[in-house]
């Protein structure tokens, strides 16, 4: 248990013996404390009961503090209208860092009921640039899937790709007039993304190309032997390039179901829609409509337009007979269910599919899908004038160029500090640190505030920043290169006294306490907010405890904290999909 939920339970306990109802323990929570001057945990409780047994909240809070048991980890203070103050002794922290040199979790529990967990994300389109929405999607929810599976739940991740869309008229009509083989082979993403920007400005000049791109596409989704040819080609190409990329990332997807494994389940899902009644005729097209039973203020298939609700609904089925990204989205939801057995799906997803996800739960919901749909919605990459991210063209920028940014502003950064003289390594270094940056810029900001592109900033050394955390790493492992002779870090008499050990290994501690409370909000960001935070406390001891000067007791000690401040530092990164480097 953490000590968070051990004075939690004590103080429950505790709130039993001075009469508070069984129903009001719910509500009882202790918290870390927001200035560590009064103590390292507080709690409102007193003031939150007091009413409730007609006391007031001081006199309620000295009861409480009289008889909450936690003598023998910390002790207990009454501060202000009430509020109780817990310090932790420095005793309970030193043997809790032996624990921690034990525990290959690092203090995270595994969750006592593991979900199976479907996480939808990073999902590019075929044919189209992999750009910075993508780039959001695929950092979390690669994060996301580290985190489930650490914390022990069954994690299944899938790349969703748009590998079935309206893009492919458009590829495949330019694809047999002005394909480049050889550019196809070296690059085929963008040599794919040239054919499809070169038909859309064709279609855009002139409506006869529009009528021919419709007409490949009919062709294809009829089955035509040519056209499908080239819509697989197409397709394995990406898949090659994505993987290319992922590969550089350092992620990877348990499936790729895209967008058209689900083709030929899609009539047999628009037949349950109707036969149910879910789903009816209109104009032509088959459309699932609100059932009127709720507020139209949260009803997804309702509209105001003019101070009046009118029906929003969910095209199923065109008027042409083509199926759509709603129709397939319905279909995955089945397979999730009835093949993966899952218990729940996330979707990692920009926030502009919002509509299209609340519809889309609704219809889960409404079909008795027993699954828990989560839509993990995230903000806009802004460019340093505050507006959406652009290239000088006005295109949204390629991943791939953002990358190659990164890491070239990583290799000037480094130019001149770096303590590595190989110049192969360097180069090595300069793509982990460039990648890391971009990867800690993105999951260290709230998911769904924009925040600036600022490739300086990022690669800096000194903000908050990856390669300040690498650097913390490199710090805390260099001293164990300049130990002679063998120590044995064990749990052993390990003593805590100066404030800034005391501190770190508070911060240690804590490891166990911000891992677990992620996933209820999906903030990787709270990951990072805690690893810059713990790694200022390693500096801080650093900068006034010696280590390897130091004698016995003390030195051990400090050496147990470098050891696992690595370890953490090194395990944290990794939740986040970043790795350390040994030097830099
Ligand atoms: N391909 C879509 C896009 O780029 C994202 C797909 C997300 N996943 C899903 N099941 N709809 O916008």
Partial sequence: MTLLEILEERLRAGCRVCGIAEDDLAGVGVTQAADLRFGDYQSNAAMVLAKGVQQNPRSLAEALAEAVEVSEIAEVEIAGPGFLNFRINPATYAGRLGHLLEDEQLGVARVADPLRIVIDFSAPNVAKPMHVGHLRSTFI????????????????????????????????????????????????????????????????????????????????????????????????????????????????????????????????????????????????????????????????FKIQKDGEWEDKPMIVRKRDGGFNYATTDIATVDYRVEEMKADCAWYVVDHRQGDHFKQLFAVAARRGRGIELKHISFGTILGKDGKPLKTRAGDLPLLSDLIADAIEAAKESSEGRSRVEDEKEREVLAELIGISAVKFMELSHHRTSDYIFDLDKMVSMEGDTAPYLQYSYVRCRSIFGKLDGEVVLDGADLELSDEKEIHLARMLVRFGEVVPVILDDFRPNLLAGYLLELARAYHSFFQSCPVLRSEEAIRKTRLVLCELTARVLRQGLELLGISVPERM
């Fill in 141 to 300: 929810g690669d994060a996301l899937a580290r985190i489930g599976r650490f914390l022990g739940h069954d994690v299944i991740t899938d790349n969703h790709i748009g590998d079935w869309g309206t893009q492919f008229g458009m590829v495949i009509w330019a694809w047999k007039r002005e394909l480049d083989r050889s550019s196809l082979g070296k690059n085929p993403l963008n040599e794919l993304l040239r054919l499809y920007r070169s038909a859309n400005s064709r279609c855009a000049e002139d409506d006869s190309v529009k009528e021919e791109c419709r007409q490949e596409l009919v062709a294809l989704q009829q089955g035509d032997e040519e056209n499908l040819g080239i819509w697989k080609e197409c397709v394995t190409l990406s898949r090659e390039g994505l993987q290319v990329i992922y590969d550089r990332l350092g992620l990877s997807f348990d499936h790729w179901l895209g967008e058209s494994s689900y083709n030929e389940r899609l009539p047999g899902v628009v037949e349950d829609l109707l036969q149910s009644e879910l789903a009816r005729e209109s104009d032509g097209a088959i459309c699932v409509f609100s059932d009127n039973t709720g507020d139209p203020v949260t009803d997804p």
